[in-house]
């Protein structure tokens, strides 16, 4: 398996890059339009089945916080998978958090999204 590390932005499927500038910026709407009908998409163990449940779920997440989002590490594992690795700062429980977004992609939708605490190596 191939693993490519720190890849700049522009090196990201035009999908992943999509997500994340709507992601950073809260909007929902767009952010879940990236994923397939069926996606799936894991935060903290809690799974959002469909394109409906992500959307809410991107909509809710850590609306209670103020945070800035710094893309600090990408990686793509295979033609399908690719990790991006976000640093969030903010006004949560602990003011600092490192976290993997593991993409799976098909046919240039996201069909799987787990994030996760970041995995030093």
Do not use: C, K
């Not at 998409?41 to 799974?47: K, N, T």
């Not at 793509?76 to 991006?84: G, I, S």
């Not at 976290?99 to 994030?115: A, M, S």
Request: no cysteine; charged share 30%; net charge negative.
């Amino acid at each position: 398996m191939t693993h490519h590390d720190d890849l700049r932005s522009d090196s990201l499927p035009t999908t992943v890059r999509g997500f994340l500038a709507a992601h950073v910026v809260r909007d929902a709407d767009t952010a879940s339009s990236f994923f397939a009908e069926d996606a799936v998409a894991v935060d903290q163990g809690e799974s959002f089945h469909g394109r409906e449940q992500i959307y809410a779920f991107l909509r809710d997440a850590g609306s209670e916080f103020e945070y800035t989002t710094e893309q600090i590490g990408a990686a793509r594992v295979d033609d399908d998978h690719w990790v991006v690795t976000l640093r969030l700062e903010g006004t949560f429980p602990g003011g600092v958090a490192e976290l993997d977004y593991r993409f799976t992609i098909r046919e240039e939708v996201v069909t799987e999204l787990v994030i996760a605490n970041h995995e030093s190596r």
